[in-house]
């Protein structure tokens, strides 16, 4: 390869042409809007599950429950969405398969709109009009657990039109049933990512497995952790044995206090949002806590890239972000029957390989290719064990995080 | 009939400048006065004045470091924009305008891919670094990013033009009889440089210190970018957490203090400097 102080000329055509992860995409724009907006404040996640299995595909069936399902008078109709960056294929509805095998089974034409950038400032921009009542030009939002669980409670989310999502069935069994959504009446996954940890074997010298690789001294100074309360202090309280769904907030506070101590320590290099992996493909960060679709993006972008990638054996952190129709929604069947589109296993197998997230829906993998199949980004191994950060109250919520910036920023 | 005439010319004579004045004096009270007072509002909520007390103790650190990073930069930029600015405006000949579009060449780059480009100038197996472990600059095992070198630097590259530019344009009107008078009356070149050239171009110095001073205080991209969790500006702590409705308050408060410690900062400045018409 390149001699240590020569730019492997590789490595900077690869860093401009990167393609953009879905925090990365957001950080940037906010930076580029001015700032007012945001950062990577959208992650976490919250809720109940316990542990991803990887939809064995056992029991998957499109359901055609009765109801009263009137498809006919939805033709020619349009549902309109809004989504998170790169949570269609190739970030381009206009050729999506996912979007034109379900206008052409249905003649419902979907406006499907990339432009969720932020659980907070999403609610932010919206808030007056839901409070109102008014409908916010959607049909169809996507949330992180969090938010989606304030937004129910708010009074903000309309009922599925159960008859057109028969579907609904299919969802991953664990994720059929979190407390702030009784038996998914609201709200339904529409992906799952993973928080787990990156590294160079090559400079680790050996294969990790554990949380506290991110608190080893032996790589004092080449370590980054994320900005993102949930994930930071959850993967923190996993490797001090703590299980982050459940709290209380004393442990919580305790890794809030392990990070405080590591960092004044200079065990971090960097407490980062979206910009770890650039530092972590310069090689001048040797562990990184990860998001999973970073990790698959960068990989497949420059495929010798010597980065693994792994899920520790205390557990890795889940965030779940989460479709649902907002009151004042024009076509809320449109929305559902999308959905219901969506949670066909056949449709979701080559959807969430391509987007390189955790299919919610069951049996998905089994119309995977074997790459697919193989790829730890979209079929994570049984054996690995998730946890979803518990729902924070309101208190619960400014404690940590005032406590989280102490920590990390100030 | 012609004495009403005139008194109607006068009373429009006399309307003009004001009807002049309506666009910007709206634009000013919808776009700035009004959001400053709401953000003014915003920072006595839930817990009014104390949001500016707990602030500014819990970011005094970070304050004192934003100050000083802003501070070193402007006098690194002052340092080398202004012979820059002097070679220009007096040895630049007919290239003049060349070379002034070279100090603005790098604004049509963004200002993201610039700071972004400079990261892999820096990091730890880049060039620069390694350049200067040979010529031992720097210790074996030290890197650039994550310093606050990395971001001073930075800042003061990224606001270069913003001191070249106003420094040029007074040094390019200085009227050169001036100094061939104090040529004149034997004034050595040096004497004549200090009591005519730098004096006059003191307005200059002041627009280019304060445009490149009070964005540098600001910023955050490059203490994002090039920094680490021990180069956070006050900037990055307003970034990151105004998301939180919780947090508005004491982010409003702190941004409002942050303007209010500018501010009196540029008026010593002007005081200091002589230039209270400008300010």
Redesign the interface.
């Given at each position: 390869m390149t001699g240590p102080n020569e730019i492997d000329p590789k490595l900077i055509s690869h860093l401009a042409e990167l393609r953009t992860s879905r925090r990365r995409f957001l950080s940037r724009g906010a930076i580029l809007m001015g700032g007012v907006a945001l950062g990577p404040t959208f992650l976490a996640a919250c809720g109940s599950s316990k542990k991803t299995d990887t939809g064995s595909g056992s029991g998957a069936t499109t359901q055609t429950t009765g109801g009263t399902a009137d498809m006919a008078a939805l033709k020619g109709t349009t549902m309109t969405m809004f989504n998170w960056p790169l949570y269609i294929e190739d970030d381009d509805a206009s050729t999506s398969p996912t979007i034109k095998g379900f206008t052409d089974a249905t003649g419902i034409k979907v406006d499907y709109q990339s432009n969720i950038d932020g659980n907070d400032t999403f609610l932010t921009k919206y808030e007056p009009d839901l409070k109102a009542g008014h409908g916010i030009g959607a049909d169809l939002i996507v949330l992180t657990s969090w938010e989606a669980a304030n937004m129910i409670e708010a009074g903000y989310i309309e009922e599925w039109p159960s008859a057109y999502f028969p579907n609904i069935a299919n969802v991953l069994s664990e994720q059929a049933n979190p407390d702030w959504d009784p038996n998914r009446a609201h709200s339904i996954p529409w992906a799952i990512g993973q928080t787990g940890i990156a590294y160079w074997p090559s400079k680790t010298g050996g294969t990790l497995d554990s949380v506290n690789a991110l608190f080893d001294p032996k790589f004092k100074g080449k370590v980054t952790i994320l900005d993102e309360m949930r994930d930071s202090v959850g993967l923190t309280m996993l490797g001090m044995g703590n299980d982050p769904t459940t709290g209380p907030i004393d442990q919580e506070l305790a890794a809030v206090d392990k990070i405080k101590s590591a960092r004044d320590d200079g065990q971090f290099r960097k407490i980062t949002g979206n910009d770890y992996t650039e530092d972590l493909q310069l090689g001048d960060t040797w562990v990184a806590m990860a998001w999973s679709g970073d990790i698959a993006s960068l990989k497949a972008g420059n495929p010798d890239l010597a980065i693994e990638f792994y899920i520790p054996t205390e557990g890795g952190m889940n965030f779940v972000d989460n479709a649902m129709i907002p009151i004042g929604a024009k076509n809320p069947e449109g929305a559902a029957a999308f959905m219901n589109h969506v949670y066909d296993p056949k449709v979701a197998g080559p959807l969430y390989e391509s987007i390189n997230y955790v299919s919610p829906v069951t049996g998905a993998v089994d119309y995977m290719t074997a790459d697919g199949k193989a790829s730890p980004f979209v079929n994570p191994s049984v054996d690995s064990k998730f946890y979803e950060f518990r729902i924070l109250t309101a208190d619960e919520d400014q404690q940590l995080s005032t406590a989280f910036t102490a920590a990390t920023q100030q | 009939m012609p004495d009403s005439d005139e008194t109607g010319t006068k009373a429009n004579r006399w309307h003009t400048p004001y009807l002049l004045l309506l666009p910007g004096a709206l634009a000013l009270i919808v776009f700035f006065i009004i959001p400053l007072f709401s953000i003014l509002q915003l920072s006595l909520k839930d817990g009014g004045l104390s949001n500016y007390t707990g602030v500014l103790h819990?970011?005094q650190?970070?304050i004192i470091r934003t100050f000083y990073f802003s501070g070193a930069a402007t006098v690194g930029a002052l340092l080398i924009g202004y012979p820059l600015a002097y070679f220009i405006a007096m040895r630049g000949g007919r290239f003049k305008n060349f070379l002034l579009a070279l100090v603005v060449l790098p604004f049509f780059v963004?200002y993201?891919v610039r700071t972004?480009s400079w990261?892999?100038l820096l990091?730890?197996?880049?060039?620069v670094v390694?350049?200067m472990h040979?010529l031992h600059l720097l210790p074996q095992g030290q890197?650039l990013?994550?310093t606050d070198f990395a971001v001073i630097f930075a800042l003061m590259y990224n606001y270069l033009p913003f001191m070249v530019l106003p420094i040029y344009v007074s040094l390019e009107k200085l009227d050169r009889r001036l100094l061939e008078a104090a040529g004149d009356l034997y004034g050595s070149p040096q004497r004549a440089f200090r009591k005519v050239t730098l004096r006059l171009s003191l307005p200059g110095i002041f627009a280019g210190t304060l445009l490149t001073f009070i964005p540098a205080t600001g910023d955050?991209?490059n203490a994002?970018?090039l920094g680490?969790?021990k180069q956070?500006m006050l900037?990055?702590?307003i970034?990151?957490?105004?998301?939180?409705?919780?947090?508005r308050p004491q982010l409003s408060a702190l941004s409002f203090m942050l303007m209010a410690l500018i501010l009196v900062g540029v008026l010593i400045y002007a005081k200091v400097l002589g230039t209270e018409d400008l300010a």
């Open positions: - | 819990d970011n650190d970070v963004t993201l972004l990261k892999i990091y730890d197996g880049g060039p390694g350049l040979s890197g990013l994550g955050f991209v994002e970018l680490s969790d956070v900037g990055n702590i970034e990151k957490n105004f998301g939180k409705e919780f947090f």
